[in-house]
């Protein structure tokens, strides 16, 4: 009965996306072209996934370890002796023409299947590091979305210092007319500048760490300098999040769990090979002499079989047996610690989800509702200008709060899509 090829595990993903850079249909360094207007995430995944330095090296662990895999099934080499002897001497063995010269051809034949055993582990040794390159897949695409969400929020924090290096220098002309007017103290108006101040080096430190962002997110495809123009995309309209149950169901597939069902095998095939080891291996040989006193050939063999007194193994046979036990204690472990890296995770998206839409639809609506309020009434008179100094934090800081939250809900759900390889689409 024909079984059908499973193209959504993560090995066999894994070999197809080499053979297909193999083969050239995708290139190692097949040039993907940033662009030059505005980057959208899944447009820096894909440059990532075919740029990046590190999944590329990994690729080539892959297919480093199918060398080996070929190499394990391979034949020892024959042995060609070549003998002289009886010449050189005295008497009637001066000379060369009472020499006897052998030519001997030797094979070492392995028992036990130690060849096919061998090949098995080396076989194994292949998926695992399927695993790995698995691992770092993942790795490169949550690096990336969270340099990604790094750039929106550097963006956020720019836009958010401009508008209010806008409202720091409208406040300042205010209390310059107030002054002018005798109503206030010269006091307030030099207060309000050096609350302009102190907007133009926040604004010119966002603008730098933007410049940083920029930079780090473009390094994960290998750029060192970035060309796009912005990181686009709506952050703001935050999912559902699934329920932990439904997410834990793909834990099973993520490779820090799944290797070990290989790794397992591995040890399992590795204490086979030890066992084998107890078998000794036997050399058969095959020859012709010369004897040149007459011009005589004779036909030569030979067996030769170590005899196993000292040495059976047992230590290696001992050793392979632990890593046995080891494996099977260390898959319980890995089940463990993953489950409980995802549920933290998962929390870090709830929690997160519920303050950026609590603060959306409460906090930022009232500290703006405030701020207007005092900057009016200051205008007019009824408010000092502490009382709009105080409400414009409040509001600079709940709207720098508000982008934290999203930025945090967009990391949490790159470590669940991490864990789990599902993509959970939280940025459009």
Not at 126 to 138: H, I, P, Q, S, V
Not at 286 to 303: K, P
Not at 333 to 347: D, F, I, S, W, Y
Request: proline share 3%.
């Amino acid at each position: 009965m024909n079984q059908k090829l499973n193209y959504h595990h993560p090995c066999i993903r894994n070999f197809l996306t080499l053979a297909l850079m193999g083969s050239g249909i995708i290139g190692y360094g097949q040039s993907q072209h940033e662009p030059e207007g505005v980057l959208t995430l899944q447009r820096a995944l894909e440059l990532a996934l075919m740029q990046s330095p590190e999944l590329m090296g990994a690729s080539y662990g892959v297919r480093a370890a199918e060398g080996n895999a070929q190499q394990a099934g391979s034949w020892s080499n024959p042995t060609l002796e070549l003998n002289a002897e009886e010449f050189g001497g005295s008497g009637t063995r001066k000379g060369y023409n009472a020499a006897q010269t052998t030519a001997l051809l030797s094979q070492t034949l392995e028992l036990g299947g130690k060849r096919s055993k061998r090949r098995h582990v080396a076989e194994a040794e292949t998926r695992l590091a399927g695993w790995e390159y698995e691992a770092k897949r993942r790795d490169v695409l949550m690096l990336t979305k969270k340099a990604y969400v790094d750039v929106m929020l550097a963006q956020g924090q720019l836009s958010l210092s401009e508008s209010l290096l806008v409202v720091a220098e409208d406040v300042r002309l205010t209390a310059a007319k107030r002054v002018q007017s005798g109503k206030v103290a010269p006091l307030e108006e030099t207060k309000a500048g050096v609350e302009v101040t102190s907007a133009r080096i926040a604004r010119d430190r966002a603008r730098r760490e933007l410049d940083m962002a920029r930079k780090r997110l473009a390094a994960t495809w290998g750029g060192t300098m970035p060309v796009f123009r912005e990181a686009g995309g709506e952050w703001e309209a935050v999912k559902d999040v699934p329920s932990l149950e439904a997410l834990s169901g793909s834990l099973n597939n993520t490779p820090e769990v799944a290797r070990w069902n290989d790794e397992v095998t591995l040890s399992r095939r590795v204490l086979a090979v030890a066992k084998s080891e107890r078998i000794p291996d036997v050399s058969i040989s095959a020859g012709i002499s010369r004897f040149e006193e007459d011009g005589s050939n004779a036909g030569l063999v030979g067996l030769s079989l170590p005899l196993p007194l000292f040495n059976r193994n047992a230590g290696g046979i001992l050793a392979a047996s632990h890593q046995v036990t080891r494996a099977d204690f260390e898959q319980r472990a890995a089940r463990l610690r993953t489950a409980t890296e995802l549920a933290e995770a998962h929390n870090r998206l709830a929690m997160a989800r519920a303050e950026s839409l609590a603060t959306k639809a409460e906090l930022l609506p009232g500290a703006q509702q405030a701020f207007d309020a005092a900057q009016t009434g200051y205008r007019d008179g009824k408010f000092g200008y502490l009382e709009v100094l105080d409400t414009q934090r409040t509001l600079s800081e709940a709207r720098s709060r508000y982008l934290d939250v999203l930025a945090g809900y967009h990391k949490a759900a790159a470590d669940v899509e991490r864990l789990t390889g599902n993509p959970l689409n939280t940025i459009q």
